[in-house]
């Protein structure tokens, strides 16, 4: 089961507890129903949920491709939107940066 969609917003940073932090693009609107409802599809077929209800995607921006997850952002018991991290490399590739426009297209897993 493989779907596809694309989607456009601005980068954002979050600062952990610890040195350092991470770069997210959030998908949400209709990408995010439709995110929730692969995952609800999926969880039917196999019976369980990945790790913090995370879904496999292979995402590109630009002409860089990588393999990683999406976040569910959940505040008390409902579902906001889900969250794609733009690890470095990605970033550098694509001279991306924190406030800036990105679209990205999405194969979900």
Do not use: N, Y
Not at 83 to 88: A, C, F, G, R
């Amino acid at each position: 089961m493989s779907e596809t969609l694309t989607h456009s917003g601005a980068i954002w940073f979050w600062q952990g507890h610890s040195v350092g932090g991470w770069h997210f693009l959030t998908l949400d609107g209709d990408a995010a129903e439709e995110i929730a409802a692969h995952e609800a599809m999926r969880r039917l077929e196999l019976g369980s949920k990945r790790g913090f209800g995370s879904i496999k995607v292979r995402a590109q921006v630009g002409e860089t491709r990588w393999d990683t997850s999406l976040f569910p952002w959940v505040e008390p018991g409902e579902l906001k939107c889900w969250l794609l991290p733009l690890k470095k490399t990605v970033r550098s590739a694509e001279g991306l940066a924190e406030g800036g426009a990105v679209t990205v297209r999405l194969e979900l897993m």
